[in-house]
């Protein structure tokens, strides 16, 4: 059996990540959704909600589950018996960032691979920060989003007036 994860802060999960989720789900048997517990970013979602907007958009793709995890994302790989890692790639500038990662994970495990999947153009432009920052400031975000996502934004940001 064939078991990917794909690890990422997910805050939160957009229709870019579901893409790529769903690229790998038709690639490996099993697809593991890891959201990282401590990224160095501000958060606007906690851990627990992180998890559970991610399990309620993926709820319909029998082969994707979602987990968090805490420390080296080689160890969540190998404890989840993965075979390899995949990450979304929007553009060119996201490669740099995804060799340097690549490089390090191989460095810590030489039997890690990272799969890179290229998202659907019309989410080339799509960030989980631009994506608040939009919704911050009331800009329509439903074509972006899962509906339990849009439904957590609009709870979270206060209403302009
Ligand atoms: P991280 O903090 O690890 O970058 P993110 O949640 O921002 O976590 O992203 C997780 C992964 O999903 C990364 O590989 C990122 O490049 C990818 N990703 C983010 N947004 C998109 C998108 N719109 N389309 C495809 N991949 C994306």
Request: charged share 25%; hydrophobic share 45%.
């Amino acid at each position: 059996m064939t078991i990917a994860v794909y690890p990422g802060s997910f805050d939160p999960i957009t229709n870019g990540h579901i893409d790529i989720a769903l690229r790998a789900a038709r690639l490996f048997d099993q697809v593991i959704i890891g959201v990282y517990d401590t990224p160095s970013k501000n958060l606007m979602f906690n851990t627990k909600e992180r998890v559970e907007l991610a399990r309620q958009s993926v709820a319909q793709i029998t082969n994707v589950d979602v987990r968090p995890f805490t420390g080296l994302t080689v160890e969540f790989a190998r404890q989840m018996g993965a075979q390899a890692i995949v990450r979304g790639l929007r553009a060119v500038t996201d490669f740099e960032n995804e060799f340097e990662m690549a490089m390090m994970n191989r460095k810590l495990d030489p039997d890690c691979d990272v799969v890179c999947l290229m998202t659907n153009i019309k989410y080339s432009f799509l960030s989980s920060s631009l994506l608040k920052e939009v919704a911050n400031l009331g800009g329509d975000i439903d074509d972006l989003v899962p509906k339990p996502v849009a439904i957590a934004l609009r709870k979270r940001i206060p209403v302009r007036l």
